[in-house]
Every structure is written in structure tokens, then in C-alpha cells.
């Protein structure tokens, strides 16, 4: 237990907070703009997601991650094949989440927020872990 805190408590991990609150800006905000369509909350969910997710690419491989970060070639598409892979689970929960909620007839902006925190601490470790492992991950 006290190694998971001195371990969240980690410069890196606040890097990774701060990019995720940036790309989690992009990932509400589009989902809230997306509410005001006809499209249903899950999908509307799903696709601000997935566009946050690619700024949580773009903040994680250069300024948390770079030294697990792969340059170029086989390896970098590997690499971001394996963050998209990593990506579907939390764009899974996120789905269902607010998909059930809707369904239900709850408020889906508060089903967003308990799926946000699901994926937030379930990613961090994924991706430490697995996906930028690129000779020595930062610590």
C-alpha cells in the first residue's frame, strides 16, 4: 500500500494527471456539445472519447512518457497500436456506463464522470506498464 502511494504521488503520475485533465477537456467538452444532437449519449460518449484520447496520445508520448516513447519505424506503430488496444477498454466502460445510465433514465453527465475515473486510474498503470516501455520508462 505504500508503494501505490509513493507511486501516485510520483512526478510522472501528476504529468499523467495533467495530460489527462487536458485531453479529459477535449473528451467533456465535445461530449457536452455532442448532447445537443440527436445522436444517443452513448455514442455521443463514445465519440468524444475517442478524441480525447488522441490528444492523451499526443500529451502522454512527449511529456510524460518520452523516454518510453519509441522514435520511429515498427516499433512506434506497435507502440501506438498497443495505446489504441488499451484504449478500447476504457472506451468500452465509457459506453456502457452512459449507455446504462441513459437507459435508465439517470443523469448521464454523472455516468460520465464514474467511467472517466474507471479508465483514468486503469490506464495509468496499463500504460506505464505495457504500452511506453521503450528502453528505461521514465520513473
Known amino acids: 500500500m505504500e508503494r501505490l502511494l509513493k507511486q501516485l504521488l510520483s512526478i510522472q503520475f501528476l504529468r499523467y494527471f495533467a495530460a489527462s485533465a487536458g485531453a479529459l477537456a477535449v473528451d467533456m467538452g465535445g461530449f457536452l456539445l ?7 449519449a452513448g455514442l ?4 468524444s472519447y475517442m478524441l480525447g484520447m488522441v490528444v492523451n496520445w ?3 508520448s512527449r511529456s510524460v512518457f518520452e523516454k518510453g516513447t519509441h522514435e ?4 512506434r506503430t506497435r507502440q501506438k497500436a498497443l495505446f489504441l ?3 478500447w477498454g476504457g472506451l468500452a466502460a465509457t459506453t456502457v456506463i452512459v449507455s446504462g ?3 435508465i433514465g439517470a443523469d448521464v453527465r454523472l455516468s460520465k ?3 472517466i475515473g474507471v479508465s483514468f486510474v486503469l490506464n495509468y498503470f496499463v500504460r506505464k506498464h505495457y504500452v ?3 528502453g528505461q520508462a521514465a520513473a
Open 34 to 40: 455532442l448532447l445537443n444532437t440527436a445522436l444517443p
Open 44 to 47: 455521443c460518449a463514445a465519440l
Open 58 to 60: 499526443f500529451l502522454l
Open 72 to 75: 520511429a519505424g515498427p516499433a
Open 85 to 87: 488496444f488499451t484504449t
Open 101 to 103: 445510465a441513459d437507459l
Open 113 to 115: 464522470g464514474l467511467a
Open 132 to 134: 511506453f516501455t521503450a
